[in-house]
């Protein structure tokens, strides 16, 4: 007898741990790791889906107590590659989550099975012995027309139901009936063919030759006999109804063949093949050094710092190429939002069918079908935001992830990922060679390779010799000074106007990013921040007070400026509304285009935005950072950035990091081959270095000034945060559970010496109908911090009562 360890797809911590299944005789063959079956679970036996992570020949519990498989789902094809489950295993380990939300997350989505326990009836029964809470689960299924769903009743009811319902069960009153929702999204093709065995088919020939009522027969079979095997589309487009079809079928004169069909979601035929570039010098010496890692045992990790039009894209596809010929297959991650037409058009006509493409666009059913098809060895290339990642390749070469520094490499969703680090582990893992490109790096990524646990290569050149755009620094506190109380500076107006006139467009950024209100002098660009922490403080209008999201201080708003006395208190949180009507009002003649969240939630808005502004279809879009990446703008000469203050603080330690990257890409976008453009950055802190860098475009000078801040205060990458949200629909219990924890904290401290910040209100105090409590843990080492937190937090939930959720974050963007 064999044994499947499986885990099953439930979300509770108390089952995400194998349980030993049987495996019967018939599945000996198909019952491999990996893959997907569908087993008993619990009391009720709930036909559950479950995923297998070892076979064994032993178990340590009795045989007879087990149960068994009850079906193999996939046709037996593993859902998990070996990488894949180890991955899985090391996401939960540093993730602080279940194996089975990893592997979820894995998982192509929405194909989950789902069962659902109904419960009928019996309306002839006899009642007259039900009491109490039996009388109630009567009552309640009656209201609901004699049968409804378990878990409803037991909404309804509670839990105390339960035995009610055995009682009722077992008295024949109620029956307990299971349903399975299975959602593949398989597309199939049906062919149709003669069947030779039949005995019948000369006979039907000659009837429908002869019979004028067997026209549609006729004319199906004279279809079969020309092609031999037709689809059904082709014989509808022959003017033949289904209803002979069916007829045929049933006389077993016809045969049906259903083949599964995996969408595409391009067609060749719109693109044309392209050659790979003669490579600049810059471009054949980074070349050489991929291919000098490819051909390693265990090479390093790449990062590849080259600024934007330095033909980094060029270096992806020349060294894909190299990976392909070794008959191993690629992944390209990229931000979505990067994931533009022109994008994918470029890996298209390179690499034609060898190449797929997910992203958020396409329904579930395409985007499992792309999944397949990197499974089944049909394409080697794929290309595709953070989830990306998980392509059951069955030999990856590489692994390639665009613009690094992106923060949409960390899930917003549990399990809280960082595609980067999930990328290191796999790569490490399958010996893929990790490609890391970006003009902007992380400041952890570069730091990394400056210390030589990356590899360094820089592209200092664009392809084309094209220049960077003049960069200027607007001193918004001297346009207070000089009487200008407008959010656009006299320079930057003037510029618009002369823009308009030559019909250039213009391009203006407002970097707001997270929630954050901050609080600044007008007058002298002071910003108010926590003394300890260097972090700006948030303004919190309920209680008109400003308060550090990291160590959680708070202090009173000031009526004036602690350093020039100036009442010019200013609240930032200008969005881009207000701006699109400071436009109109300065420029009524203007076509002015806004994108943001609230003009984007479409499913194509944000690219159908920017397709319209790109053809020229307005002068002015004005945007958040969404506008800055992935698509060209060769119409584009003047860029505003509008107050660069908003991105640097925001509260957060990588509020400068942010800011680099946020003007340098608004800057990529202003220029053209015949007309070098113009950026103007408005700030109230002219002097800042994050500002004064990047408007020299000196990464390295940024990365200098920074790294010492971040050393001093202990910031990543010298030291680690942790957050520990609590959260709970009972305000005094979250409260009591978050001051439990501090506690705890404390007391293991003792001889540790993290630093522990709160318990404080979160940001968002009450989200969703929780309220929220906030512990941030600083330490200088990030595993043995996370171990540390991740100990204290499972002592914390021993005691707190229902529907108290501890939620932990490594090193968060925002503290909310
Ligand atoms: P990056 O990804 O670094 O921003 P791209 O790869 O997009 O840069 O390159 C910028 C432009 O230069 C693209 O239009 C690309 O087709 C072109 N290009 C890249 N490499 C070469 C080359 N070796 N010779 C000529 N043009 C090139
Ligand atoms: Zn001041
Ligand atoms: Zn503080």
């Known amino acids: ?127 007259s012995d039900c009491k109490g809470g039996e009388l109630a689960v009567l009552e309640a299924l009656k209201e609901m027309g004699g049968s409804g769903a378990l878990s409803e009743l037991e909404k309804l009811l509670g839990s ?94 016809l045969l ?111 985007r499992l079908d792309q999944w397949k098809k990197a499974r089944d060895g049909e394409i080697s290339v794929m290309i595709g935001p953070r989830s990306a990642l998980f392509m059951p390749f069955s030999d990856l070469g590489m692994i390639i992830i665009d613009e690094v520094h992106d923060n949409s490499y960390i899930s917003d969703i549990t399990p809280k990922y960082d595609a980067r680090e999930a990328a290191k582990i796999l790569a490490e893992d399958t010996g893929a060679v990790l490609l890391m490109g970006s003009a902007t790096p992380d400041l952890v990524s570069y730091h990394k390779a400056r210390k030589g646990e990356y590899l360094l290569l820089e592209l200092k050149e664009r ?47 407002l970097n707001r990013r997270g929630f954050a209100t901050f609080v600044s002098c007008r007058s002298c660009g002071h910003v108010m921040r926590c003394p300890e922490c260097g972090i700006s403080y948030t303004y919190h209008a309920k209680e008109d007070a400003l308060m550090c999201h990291y160590c959680g201080k708070t202090v009173e708003s000031p009526r004036n400026c602690p350093v020039c006395g100036s009442k010019y208190i200013r609240y930032f949180g200008t969005g881009t509304q207000k701006i699109e009507e400071e436009v109109r009002r300065l420029f009524p003649r203007a076509n002015v285009l806004r994108m943001d969240l609230d003009t984007t939630m479409g499913k194509n808005s944000h690219n159908q935005i920017l397709e319209a502004f790109r053809k020229g279809q307005a002068d002015i879009l004005v945007g958040t950072q969404m506008i800055a990446k992935g698509h060209d703008f060769p119409n584009v000469t003047l860029v505003g950035i509008m107050a660069a203050d908003t991105s640097l603080n925001t509260g957060s330690f990588y509020a400068s990091e942010n800011t680099f990257q946020l003007i340098t890409q608004a800057g990529g976008r202003a220029g053209r081959a015949d007309d070098r453009g113009r950026v103007y950055i408005q700030t109230y802190q002219p002097k800042h270095y994050c500002i004064t860098h990047a408007a020299e475009q000196d990464y390295k000078g940024f990365y200098e000034e920074e790294v010492l801040l971040r050393e001093m205060m202990g910031y990543p990458p010298f030291g680690a945060f942790c957050s520990v949200v609590i959260s709970g629909e009972d305000e005094i219990e979250t409260v009591k559970a978050a001051n439990a924890l501090g506690e705890i904290l404390q007391v293991e401290n003792r001889e540790k010496g993290f630093f522990i910040m709160g318990p404080v209100p979160a940001m968002l105090f009450k989200f969703r109908g929780e309220y929220r409590q906030r512990i941030l843990i600083q330490g200088p080492e990030e595993d043995a911090l996370v171990g540390f937190v991740g100990r204290c937090v499972e002592k914390g939930q021993q005691n707190v009562g229902k529907g108290i959720h501890f939620q932990l974050t490594r090193n968060p963007l925002n503290i909310v």
């Not at 079969?224 to 049933?250: C, M």
């Not at 207070?480 to 109380?485: A, F, I, M, S």
């Open 160 to 253: 105390g139901s339960n035995h009610a319902i055995q009682q009722l069960q077992k008295k024949n009153i109620i029956f307990l009936k299971q349903k399975m929702i299975r959602s593949e999204y398989k597309m199939e093709q049906c062919y149709y063919s003669f069947n030779d065995q039949s005995s019948l088919l000369e006979d039907t020939m000659k009837k429908a030759e002869t019979d004028k009522r067997l026209l549609g027969q006729k004319k199906l079979l004279y279809l079969l006999k020309e092609k031999g095997e037709v689809t059904l589309e082709e014989i509808k487009n022959s003017g033949i109804s289904e209803s002979p079809l069916k007829t045929l079928l049933k006389k077993g004169i």
């Open 463 to 509: 392809t084309g010799g094209g220049t960077l755009p003049r960069m200027h620094i607007v001193d918004m506190c001297k346009e207070l000074e000089e009487g200008n109380r407008s959010s656009f500076s006299r320079i930057l107006q003037q510029e618009i106007a002369i823009n308009l006139e030559k019909g250039q467009q213009t391009m203006l950024f």
């Open 1 to 127: 007898m064999r044994y499947a360890r499986v885990i099953v797809g439930m979300n509770h911590p108390q089952t995400d741990r194998v349980f030993d299944y049987k495996v019967p005789d018939a599945f000996q063959e198909v019952a491999k790791v990996g893959v997907r079956v569908i087993v008993p679970f619990g009391r009720r036996n709930t036909k559950t889906e479950g995923y297998i992570l070892s076979l064994a020949e032993e178990s340590e519990i009795a045989s007879e107590k087990l149960k068994e498989l009850l079906e193999i789902l996939d046709d037996g094809i593993p859902i998990f590659t070996p990488q894949m489950l180890h991955l899985a295993q090391w996401m939960k380990e540093h993730y602080f989550c279940t194996l089975n939300q990893c592997l979820q997350a894995i998982m192509p989505t929405g194909i989950k099975t789902k069962s659902i326990w109904q419960v009928l009836l019996d309306e002839t029964a006899d009642v």
């Open 256 to 366: 049906e063949r259903r083949v599964q069909k995996k969408r595409a979601v391009f067609s060749l035929e719109d693109y044309e093949k392209t050659t790979p570039f003669y490579p600049t010098a810059e471009q054949r010496a980074a070349i050489e050094e991929i291919e000098h890692q490819i051909n390693l045992e265990k090479g390093k990790p790449i990062l590849l710092h080259g600024v934007t039009g330095s033909g980094k894209t060029e270096i992806y596809m020349q060294s894909i190429a190299k990976i392909l010929d070794m008959g191993k297959q690629a992944v390209v991650l990229v931000p979505e939002i990067s994931l533009t037409p022109q994008m994918m058009e470029r890996f298209i006509s390179r690499f034609g069918q060898a190449v797929s493409i997910t992203h958020s666009r396409l329904s579930a059913g395409e």
